[in-house]
């Protein structure tokens, strides 16, 4: 069994910027696609950033050229956000494929971590 962690929400004025961060533990062999997710009030969640085992990256196209997604080798994975618009605000959620060391893979969503941004 595993687990993701979120951190790095809060509140933040339009323009700005905020980090997050999301660290995976447990019974862990191997990470594969990691991703964030977010959720606005009254709408469906939606991919905001993917990243594979081998650093191949994808965006949405409304944070494309503003947000940035990266991992490390300590099974964590980082989403930098910048020049914020209100729009951006949301929970945003963690989501992972890990696999566990019988070799079976699984995919995992943290709790979410509220992003808010004012105008």
């Known amino acids: 069994q595993a687990e993701l962690e979120e951190s790095g929400g809060g509140l933040v004025q339009v323009g700005g910027s905020l980090r997050l961060s999301c660290s995976a533990s447990g019974i862990i062999l191997g990470i594969g696609r990691m991703a964030w997710y977010r959720q606005a009030p009254g709408a469906q969640r939606e991919l905001v950033a993917s990243?594979?085992?081998?650093?191949?990256t994808q965006y949405a196209d409304v944070v494309r050229g503003r947000f940035t997604i990266s991992r490390d080798n300590a099974n964590t994975v980082y989403l930098q956000m910048n020049t914020l618009k209100p729009e951006d605000t949301a929970v945003y959620y963690c989501?992972?494929?890990?696999?566990?060391?019988?070799?079976?893979?699984?995919?995992?969503w943290g709790q979410g971590t509220q992003v808010t941004v004012s105008s």
């Open positions: 989501n992972a494929d890990i696999q566990n060391h019988r070799g079976r893979t699984t995919n995992y």
């Open positions: 990243i594979t085992w081998d650093d191949r």
